[in-house]
């Protein structure tokens, strides 16, 4: 059964930076993308980043672009989100996804789309608050 486990979430202050981890079991980076996506109390899941190894290609959310990065250990089958500069609209829960292909859904922006994504994680809460 294919397994996505987030871990890192917690505490930070408005300008700090945090570290999450996505670590996958049965899917291998070499032919499944992964995602990162977050939902807020009361708002829909929105997708955050879009990475794939295969095609050494990430798409990110303009909200994120240039404070969150991704990076990738092939030999421990996990992804790390670099978050960096957080801002308090940034607290949410983090998920990360796979969809069923190694690379990131590309049309119209269906990366950012929940219904490409076969494998969910459980999600890891993170609270930007002073």
């Known amino acids: 059964q294919p397994q996505l486990v987030e871990s890192g979430g917690g505490l930070v202050q408005p300008g700090g930076s945090l570290n999450l981890s996505c670590t996958a079991s049965?899917?291998?980076?070499?032919?499944?993308?992964i995602a990162w996506f977050r939902q807020a109390p009361g708002k829909e899941r929105e997708g955050v980043l879009c990475?794939?190894?295969?095609?050494?290609?990430?798409f990110y959310a303009a909200s994120v672009k240039g404070r969150f990065t991704i990076s990738a250990d092939k030999a421990k089958n996990t992804v790390y989100l670099q978050m960096k500069n957080l801002k308090p609209e940034d607290t949410a829960v983090y998920y990360c996804?796979?969809?069923?292909?190694?690379?990131?859904?590309?049309?119209?922006?269906?990366?950012?789309?929940?219904?490409?994504?076969?494998?969910w994680g459980q999600g890891t809460q993170v609270t930007v608050s002073s």
């Open positions: 049965v899917l291998t980076l070499d032919f499944y993308a």
């Open positions: 990475f794939s190894y295969s095609d050494d290609e990430t």
């Open positions: 996804a796979a969809p069923p292909r190694a690379d990131c859904p590309r049309r119209l922006g269906h990366w950012a789309k929940t219904f490409e994504y076969s494998y």
